[in-house]
């Protein structure tokens, strides 16, 4: 299954390659050329599609935990001051996605949509530590009576240019249903409230959806 968003390109994709193929075919007669032609264009059309498969996730629906809104790798979690919505002190977890990753972004709690915003910005790689605040991204808060607001963050990486966002305000939000998706490389960070339980370690890999990366009872 592939995600909506790759539609388009994935269609493109596929008329270059099977064009591509064919004039190779046609026109280059040295075997050896001809084959890593074909080779590199048959890759080129791999990576396109597993970069917008979208894996069937299977959500256990709970108020008190928070999911990892993405696949990829945990490489901070640390106390900071969040300055954009609550301007006072949360922990935040950040999930690094690398261009092999899932990149559909998932609601972590269920709740009330509060607050949805773009910003655009740079393309800095995803882990300098000021991508959060300088470069493209997007800022969404869901709460409900557990967690209070949880601030989600889509970070555009070096290779992302475009982040796709479907959070709309007051809308509900289902834990671990399609909130978004950004294309290239990025990472998203989670915000927590300082009460939180963390349930995960750095460089521990987790899955969006699935994956608890916190509990508040």
């Known amino acids: 299954m592939f995600h909506k968003e790759g539609y388009?390109?994935?269609?493109?994709?596929?008329?270059?390659?099977?064009?591509?193929?064919?004039?190779?075919?046609?026109?280059?007669?040295?075997?050896?050329?001809?084959?890593s032609l074909m080779l590199f264009m048959l890759v080129l059309l791999v990576l396109i599609l597993q970069f917008f498969r979208n894996p069937k996730?299977?959500?256990?629906?709970?108020?008190?935990?928070?999911?990892?809104?993405?696949?990829?790798?945990?490489?901070?979690?640390?106390e900071v001051f969040?300055?954009?919505?609550?301007?006072?002190?949360?922990?935040?977890?950040?999930v690094f996605m690398s261009p092999l990753n899932v990149h559909v972004t998932r609601?972590?709690?269920?709740?009330?949509?509060?607050?949805?915003?773009?910003?655009?910005?740079?393309?800095?790689?995803?882990?300098?530590?000021?991508?959060s605040e300088e470069n493209e991204r997007t800022t969404v808060v869901v709460e409900n009576k557990n967690f209070g607001r949880v601030l989600y963050r889509q970070i555009a990486g070096a290779l992302a240019k475009r982040i796709v966002n479907y959070a709309k305000v007051d809308a509900q939000a289902a834990q671990g249903s399609d909130s978004g998706f950004i294309k290239f490389g990025s990472r998203v960070d989670v915000f927590l409230p300082l009460d939180a339980d963390?349930?995960?370690?750095?460089?521990?890999?987790?899955?969006?959806?699935?994956?608890?990366?916190a509990e508040r009872v």
């Open 107 to 131: 609601y972590p709690i269920s709740g009330n949509i509060s607050y949805s915003k773009y910003h655009s910005g740079k393309y800095l790689v995803a882990w300098h530590p000021k991508a």
């Open 198 to 213: 963390i349930k995960v370690q750095l460089n521990q890999k987790v899955k969006g959806g699935e994956s608890i990366i």
């Open 8 to 35: 388009k390109i994935i269609f493109i994709t596929l008329t270059v390659v099977i064009t591509s193929v064919l004039l190779i075919d046609w026109f280059v007669s040295i075997p050896w050329l001809r084959m």
């Open 57 to 78: 996730r299977h959500t256990v629906l709970q108020d008190h935990t928070c999911v990892s809104p993405v696949d990829g790798k945990v490489v901070v979690i640390e």
């Open 82 to 94: 969040e300055k954009e919505i609550f301007n006072d002190k949360r922990i935040q977890v950040s």
